[in-house]
């Protein structure tokens, strides 16, 4: 897996994510090694509170795979994903979840809290952190000096 390639992509809807005066929030969708779909938050221009990155790649994901369940799908987002992002994650079946910055007030894959690859659960996903951290920083200014769970010693990959 090239994860600095996708993570490029999930920058790159980041960032156009914030010169539609969204957060800067973006996410890339990968099967089998191929890019599959994109997401970039879309909450203001839409109304929608859901309308986060990873929401946005998954539904994308669903539609042009045309099945509901997602095995197989990693999702790579800049930001860690919320509680919400993290349930869709789960509930869609997909393998796992790779980003580049921690969120101390809202991620939901170890550094708020961990629903992403928790005990008791029944769904876990493969979570992968700190990849290309310093770029995501400059996106993502407000959450660039958290090192988040890249430097609380989660696994980078199992
Ligand atoms: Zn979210």
Redesign the pocket.
Known sequence: MNYEFFMRAALAESSAAAASGELADGAVAVLDEALVAHGRAQVRATGDPTA????CALREAARRLGRGSLSGLTVFSVVE??T??VGALLASDADGIVFALGDPT?GAAGSAVQLADGERLSRRLRVVSGILQEAAGEVRPDLRDVRGSAARGFARAR
């Open positions: 986060h990155a990873v929401i994903p919320c919400m992002c809202e």
